[in-house]
């Protein structure tokens, strides 16, 4: 059957399991699903709509879907194997890890993609392009690619993982929180701005300066190789 949230804004809080075989619409305000479970069927998140997971673990299983202009909120630990084409925002904030495992069909995390702390597991085997990034703390890690198209804004945290990451378009290195960079190689082709904050490369990271980018050092904090 179907399930649909469409009260005037405000959150609807659910504390046991919440398992789903059919359709999910959230049209307007919050949908918090505290208690876990698992969907085998459909999420539809509307613009301006959420859909956040907290507490205990949730699942996307294989064969399901998630889509929609809305946020996708993951503030407890998921399993993301699902077809996942969320146009508006995917934000992990408050969890262990979101994992988008091999199963899971990852057409678009969204406009903007924040990681506030926990981990962002990409091991999709998919080529993942995000025109807005965020990553405030926690870690980005996996085999995808990526490719940040706008604006990627690096406030602390660590990105680490055995695939490129190409950033096209302005990086900001900001505030005096460390940033880590492990394994993954970043590639500049636009222009990458560091602000502040240590900056550590390791594990055989690298750093590539394209011809036609720019690095530019405006900070005399640390960098260690």
């Known amino acids: 059957g179907t399930v649909i949230k ?15 075989a059919g359709l999910r619409s959230v049209v307007t305000g919050t949908l918090q699903l505290a208690g876990g479970g698992v969907s085998t069927g459909q999420i539809a998140v509307e613009a301006g709509a959420t859909v956040e997971t907290r507490t205990n673990a949730y699942t996307l299983a294989a064969g399901s879907s998630v889509q929609g202009a809305g ?40 406009g903007t993609v924040v990681v506030a702390v926990g981990d962002l597991v990409l091991t999709s085997g998919e080529a993942v392009t995000l025109p807005n990034l965020t990553l405030n703390s926690g870690f980005i890690s996996g085999s995808d690619a990526i490719t940040v198209t706008g604006g990627f804004t690096w406030n602390s945290g660590t990105l680490r993982g055995g695939s490129p990451m190409i950033v096209t378009g302005q990086a900001n290195l900001a505030t005096n929180g460390t940033k880590v960079l492990r394994e993954r190689r970043l590639e500049n082709r636009g222009n990458l701005v560091w602000n502040g904050g240590a900056f550590f490369v390791a594990n055989g990271a690298l750093i590539r ?6 690095f530019d050092i405006r900070t005399d904090a640390q960098f260690t190789y």
């Open 209 to 214: 300066n394209l011809p036609g980018a720019t």
């Open 6 to 20: 469409s009260s005037i804004g405000g959150v609807s809080y659910m504390a046991t399991a919440f398992t789903n």
């Open 71 to 110: 946020r996708m909120l993951f503030g407890a630990n998921a399993l993301v194997e699902s077809q996942y084409a969320v146009t508006g925002i995917t934000e992990v904030s408050g969890c262990s890890a979101v994992t988008f495992a091999p199963t899971a069909t990852l057409t678009s995390l969204g």
